[in-house]
Each structure stands twice: as C-alpha cells, then as structure tokens.
C-alpha cells in the first residue's frame, strides 16, 4: 500500500510504500477511496497534540470499501461502502457508552489519523464502531467531508434545541457553514446565514438560506434581533470577536 506519513510532529508528510495491514479482532480493512483534507489533521502533522506515537497517517474524512474482516465482526461484508471519521470507536459497554457518551469511551480512546492511522493512504484499519455504513449513491468525493464537517455541524443542530420554524443562524459559510445551512433548511428552521461581504450570498441562498446577513454592513446582532431573534446560533468562525458579537442575541425567540 502507499500511505502519506508523518515522521515526527513537525515535519513534512512523506510518501512511503507499506504492507497493507491485516485488520484484528473488532476491525475493518478499508480500501480508501477518498479522504477529506481537514484543518484538524494539523494535530497530526505539526504536532499540537501530547502523546501522538509516529510515525503517523492523518486523514479522518474516509470513504472507502470493505476489503478485509477481521473476526467478531458483524454486520459487515467485503465489499460494503464504509465511511470513517474522527471518532475512532468505542466499546460499547462501559459506564459512559451505556449513558449514550460513547465519545468518552473508557476503554478506548481512538482518535483517526491522530492515535490510530488514517485515510491519507491506500488502505487503513478502522474499529468496527467508528464505521458508517455508506449509500451506493453517495459520490466519494463529495460526501467524504460529511465524516467530519457534516457530523459536527448536524450534530450541534440536532441537539441545539430548535423546533421547525425556529430561527437558526449559521455564522461563517465557509466549509462547514455551508452544510450547516443546508442541514438547517432541511430540519425545518427558518436559516439565516451571516458571513462577511455578498460573494457567497447567491450560493448560499441557493442552498436553502432564508435570509443573509453581511457583517460588514453593520451589527450582525442587532440585524438578528430585527429578524426576531435567534433560537440556535451555531458558529462555524475561529473569531472571538464574531463570536461574541453574536452571542448577545437572545437565544429563544418569542413566540
């Protein structure tokens, strides 16, 4: 197999030619087919994170096929579309998998491309419970980002608290705001998405915005607090300052 490793934090991704690896107990062989590039694999190459054993293979926006089985597998055949995120597995039996936190698994805390190789290769193992079972349908290049930007932003969504025709603000529509919006258009909220300048403002209504607010128009809260108000604001910008701006809007609004 071909794999793009990193060495040691800090240094240059390099090309290198492997044995492909048998898959253990609970895992999978999965043939890569297309790996997302996150701003988050940085963890991996710079080496922000304490404890990364290198030489490592970042990547957690897989998709890809079954190949391989390993045993006490169920569920899975050679074959099948699997995709893999950033949430590397878990047991399933612990304290904290039994009250529905499998995130903080007690017994096994994998992170893909970070603890454990990734997709910046030919081929990588994954757990079995960090596997998703992926449509025929899906383009591989296209639906890899879903692993990692899609998850996080339907999942805030999800657990936000909005009901239909609550107002939902996407702040920022770079890559993850813009499945935020369609996410959010979709689940039945009224979306409004705020970002800087117009030059995403026909895209991103085409995606399923309702309203556009430009910040730099002027107070992105204030253009908010005329809408109504904002039940969920979930933010996609690494800016305090927006940030903040933003969350002196009323969480609820009025009904």
């Known amino acids: 197999m071909i794999a793009m490793v990193v060495p040691h934090g800090g240094a240059k991704l390099q090309r290198v030619e492997m044995d492909v690896p048998k898959p ?19 963890v991996t190459v710079e080496g922000l ?63 893909t491309g970070v603890t454990r190789d990734g ?44 009901c239909a025709g609550d107002l939902v603000a996407i702040l920022g529509v770079g890559g993850l705001g813009h499945l935020a919006v369609q996410f959010a258009a979709r689940q039945g909220f009224r ?7 117009r030059d995403k403002e026909g895209m991103i209504r085409s995606l399923g915005a309702h309203d556009y607010i430009d910040s730099t128009e002027g107070d992105p809260a204030e253009a908010l607090r005329k809408l109504g108000g904002a039940k969920v604001i979930l933010a996609t910008v690494t800016s305090a300052e927006a940030m903040q701006s933003s969350s002196v809007v009323s969480v609820r609004t009025e009904r």
């Open 24 to 42: 253990g107990p609970r895992e999978l062989l999965i043939r890569v087919h297309a790996c997302g590039v996150c701003h988050s694999d940085s």
């Open 49 to 111: 994170m304490p404890g990364i054993a290198y030489p490592r293979v970042p990547g957690h926006e897989v998709i890809g096929s079954i190949e391989a089985i390993g045993p006490n597998v169920e569920g899975w055949k050679p074959g099948d579309r699997a995709g893999v995120g950033w949430f590397g597995g878990s047991c399933g039996y612990c304290d904290r998998c039994r009250r529905n936190e499998s995130f903080a698994c007690e017994n096994i805390q994998a992170v």
């Open 119 to 162: 997709g910046y290769a030919t081929h990588m193992v994954a757990d079995v419970s960090a596997a998703a079972h992926v449509p025929s349908d899906l383009d591989d290049v296209e639906s890899a980002p879903l692993l990692c930007a899609g998850v996080t932003t339907f999942n805030a969504l999800r657990h936000g608290g909005a």
């Open 191 to 197: 979306t409004v998405a705020v970002n800087r300048g």
